[in-house]
């Protein structure tokens, strides 16, 4: 990511690579059976929660214009459909080494976004809205998305006890 010089884009990527930091040493200090667990009664397990992570942050890749998701399968497990919706789910081995190679593929590839190409518009908005609204922009995604990042792990941290 070139002209780092600008505050508002490296305020907007130090928090985004600063939640994926904080979730991934999170999730490497829970095992396998913490992460089964429900957060609280009735709640999402933080098996769903790392699938539905995982399933977000493959889909900036597209929504970046960086390319293709790499588990687009995941959608419609984690995203589409609730925790206890009864479709079968990758395991927590599985989903930790997906974790990984989607999270060190868009890091590699944000990084080499300029500070024109994340003022762009993403691709899930027209180039009519973008007129009206450029703030729908690639920066923007980013920013949303360290944010909901940081949700989910505060939630995930409830399983460790």
Do not use: C, M, W
């Given at each position: 990511m070139e002209n780092k010089d600008n505050i508002a884009i490296k305020i907007v990527w130090d928090s985004?690579?600063?939640n994926l930091q904080r979730a991934s040493k999170l999730l490497e200090e829970l095992s396998d059976e913490q992460l089964a667990l429900e957060i609280s009664p009735s709640?999402?397990?933080?098996?769903?929660?790392?699938?539905?992570?995982?399933?977000?942050?493959?889909?900036?890749?597209?929504?970046?214009?960086?390319?293709?998701?790499?588990?687009?399968?995941?959608?419609?497990?984690?995203?589409?459909?609730?925790?206890?919706?009864?479709?079968?789910?990758?395991?927590?081995?599985?989903?930790?080494?997906?974790w990984h190679v989607v999270n060190k593929l868009l890091l590699e590839k944000i990084e080499l976004l300029t500070?024109?190409?994340?003022?762009?518009?993403?691709?899930?908005?027209s180039n009519e809205d973008f007129a009206k609204e450029p703030h729908r922009n690639k920066l923007n995604v980013v920013l949303s998305r360290a944010n909901h990042l940081a949700y989910h792990v505060g939630q995930i941290a409830l399983l460790k006890k």
């Open positions: 985004f690579k600063s709640k999402n397990t933080g098996h769903y929660l790392l699938g539905h992570l995982i399933a977000v942050n493959d889909n900036i890749l597209p929504l970046l214009g960086l390319g293709q998701s790499l588990y687009s399968e995941l959608v419609e497990v984690f995203i589409k459909n609730a925790d206890k919706s009864g479709l079968e789910k990758p395991t927590i081995s599985q989903l930790r080494k997906q500070y024109e190409q994340l003022l762009e518009k993403h691709t899930s908005v």
